[in-house]
Structure formats: structure tokens, C-alpha cells
């Protein structure tokens, strides 16, 4: 039976947890693949509103099954506090599932991840801080502890010893900083082992199972296309791969597996942290969407760069991840305005782009080339169905997914839960 992927399309904070939330009715299993508490994915259910950094969505659907699967990088203090935040508002953790060979991010790298952005200085990559970056480089690097080292103190202690002897060095010497306790850290984590055992789990195990017997898997992706490692605005990128390639090997289930790769879409663009972004607006135009669209860091409380939409970057997410769906969040934000211009193509150097140009100097230098579309006035967040929206909102959407070649499945008219217009199934 199926299984499929939702994913990022832009920089991120596309309104990825709103789209899991809706298909949460539909699916079994919810299983996030990569990154960890960088993300912040909100929730609004009535009057609730929720902000899971952690936990896959599907946390807030009783009937879902959430994962955190192999790919993911775990805070576990984060982690549990996370899930006690829950409790007290009524939601049980109790069928959460983590991989057993999901990565820990330990003390060392949430100080390393502040030590080496300081140095950067200007070229800083305004990380969250998370620790998220370190923890992947020592998992490539055959240094990290995983989960299941949770469930053998002899292992876990000489792991934290092996790695402190050496990120002791890097602290103390190259950067200047206190060194960390191995004996503390052991304890810290040993403590955690055992709040964190019960939910241990072959997850990759789990899925296959689960898929065979007919189940439906949501993978949910963290961040999105042009944040990943391969594919993104590298070096200013998280270290992961939030792409629908990497969804595989970050749950544990093959390719063939996949029948829907649902990319999130928003009707402009935002971005948080450094990088290249040409369609970003630095005058009174950015500040209006930032403020009508809320766009402030569920993580870090950063103001996010704010810019029109660019049809670009759509077209490269739809090509990098086989997007067959897209869910596209937040047309309400754009009503008001008497047009809306949407960036078709890059120019760099006097020379037409239609694809993402093939160097990151030639993307710092692309300067978009504008189409302007006709906007809407009306209200359209009690919009129930296509037909409800107005013309000029319509051939938005129409332009939006001829320009990004896939079809546009649902749209997003408001934060809460049921204001989005449904124009196919999704699943
Ligand atoms: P994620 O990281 O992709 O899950 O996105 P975030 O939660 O970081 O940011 C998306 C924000 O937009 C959240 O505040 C959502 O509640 C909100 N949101 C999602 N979809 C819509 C929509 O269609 N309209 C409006 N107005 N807000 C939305
Ligand atoms: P969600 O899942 C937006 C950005 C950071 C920084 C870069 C690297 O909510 O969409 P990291 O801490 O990952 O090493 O930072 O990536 N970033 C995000 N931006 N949404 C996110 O997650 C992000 N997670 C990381 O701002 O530029
Ligand atoms: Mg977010």
C-alpha cells in the first residue's frame, strides 16, 4: 500500500504541519525523515494552536502512529519536554516510535553550533543553533551516538568519552570555551534512556510491516527543497535532506514504496537565516507581508525574509522531487492587493535564466524578471471550494501551477484546520 511524501518546495515554513494535520484523517502512520528541532512546524485546531518541533504532526490525530525515523537528529531533553508540553494539554505521546539508528545531538554540538557561526562573523549561516549541523557531521564522520546507544550505558559511556576527548580539544583550543563533563553527560543521557526506552523501535521494520498489511505512511518532511544539503542554496543550507530522495533513507522504505510526493507551497516566499534569495523585498512591501502573513521563526522567533513568488525555485522543486501534488498555503495573505507580481526567470549579467543558474555566483546575482498578475480584494478565508474563490484568485492559482508543472491540489485560505480548499484528493 502507499506511501507518501510531503515536502518543503521553498526555504522552509511553507505550512508543512497544516497540510500533515489534514491528511492526518487519512493515514496511519506518520514518520518525519530528517532534520530535528530546527524545525517548527504550527498547528491550528480550533482555538489551539500547536508548534511541534520534534514530534511528527501526526501526534495531534489519536488514530496516527508518529515516527521519528532514522534520518532525524534527537535532542532528547527537547524531546521529552516537548512531549510534556503535550500532556498537559490533554495529547498522549504514548505511540510515538523512534528508530533505534536515529542520531543524538549531545551538549558538544549545540556549543559548537554557536561557537562556529560566531566565527563566521558576516558569513555566519544563521543556523537555529540547534546543534543540528555538528550532530550530522559527526554522524557522517562515524562519530555520533545513536539511540540505541541509550540502551547500553558501557557503550554510551565510552562513545561520550571518545567523542568529548576530542571535542574537548576543539572547544578548549581552537575555540576558547569550558569544556564538558563526559560524567555529567553520561548521567544527563542515562536519565533520558529511561523515559525514552519504551518507545525505542526498528522503525524501518515497523513501516515495511505496516505497508505490507495495507497501512498508509505520511513521510513528513522538515524545512525544504532549496535548504537541502544537495540540492539547496549551499553552504547556506540545513545539513540534512529534506528532498523526497532523502525521504527514503531517512524512514527506512524503498523508493517503489512512494506514490505521492506532496510539495508545500506558499503563495509568496519567505526565508529565515542567510543565503541568496532574489525575490527577496527589503522595503514597506516586505514589511506588509511579513506582518499580514505572520512570518516570525516558530523556532528561533527570527523575522523571516519576506519576497514575492518565484516560479523558478517551483519549477526546480517539482524536477528535484517528483512532485505530483502541490498544497498551496497562505492565498489569503495576498488579498488586498491591486497585483501581484510573480518572478518567471532570472536575469544574471543581461542573460535570461529560466532554470536555477548552475553557480551559486551566478544565483547571488539573479535579479528576477517579473510577471504582474491581477489581485483580489475580497475576504476568501471562508472560501469551501474553488468555485468560491474570485476570478483573480483563480487565475493566480492557474498561473501558479502552469508556471510550476504540477497540479495544485489544495489550497490554503487561513491557519485554521478546515480553511482549505480541496480541490482533489491529496491522498
Ligand atoms: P512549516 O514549518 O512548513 O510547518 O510552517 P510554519 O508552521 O513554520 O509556518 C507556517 C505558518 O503559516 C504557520 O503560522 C501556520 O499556522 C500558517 N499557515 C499555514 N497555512 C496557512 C494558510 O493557508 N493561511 C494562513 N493565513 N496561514 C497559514
Ligand atoms: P521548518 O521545518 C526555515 C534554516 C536556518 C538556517 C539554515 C541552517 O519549520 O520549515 P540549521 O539550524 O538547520 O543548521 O540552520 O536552515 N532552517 C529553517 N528555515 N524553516 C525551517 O524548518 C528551518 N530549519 C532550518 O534558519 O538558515
Ligand atoms: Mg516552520
Known sequence: MPAAVLVGAQWGDEGKGKATDLLGGDVDYVVRYQGGNNAGHTVVIGDQKYALHLLPTGILSPDVVPVIGNGVVIDPGVLLSEIDGLAKRGISAE????????????????ALDKVTERYLGKAKIGTTGRGIGPAYGDKIARMGVRVQDLLDPGILAKKIEVALTEKNQVLTKVYNRRGIDPAAVLEEYLAYAERLKPHIADTS????KALDEGKFVLLEGGQGTLLDIDHGTYPFVTSSSPTSGGACAGAGIPPNRLTKIIGILKAYTTRVGSGPFPTELTDETGEWLRRTGGEYGVTTGRDRRCGWFDA???????????I???FLTKLDILSGLESIPVCVAYEVDGVRHDEIPMTQTDFHHAVPVYEELP?????ISNAK???DLPP???SYV???EEMSGAPISAIGVGPGRDQTVVVRSLV
Not at 505511540?95 to 549531545?106: E, Q, T, V, Y
Not at 521494520?205 to 515495511?208: A, D, Q, R
Not at 523558478?312 to 517528483?322: E, K, S
Open 95 to 110: 505511540r510515538l516510535l523512534i528508530s533505534s539508528n536515529a542520531h543524538l545531538i549531545m551538549p558538544h554540538h549545540k
Open 312 to 322: 523558478v525555485i517551483a519549477r526546480y522543486a517539482t524536477r528535484i522531487n517528483g
Open 205 to 208: 521494520l515497523v513501516l515495511s
Open 324 to 326: 505530483t501534488d502541490y
Open 398 to 400: 492557474r498561473a501558479l
Open 385 to 387: 471550494s474553488f468555485d
Open 375 to 379: 489581485g483580489w480584494k475580497e475576504d
Open 392 to 394: 483573480n484568485a483563480q
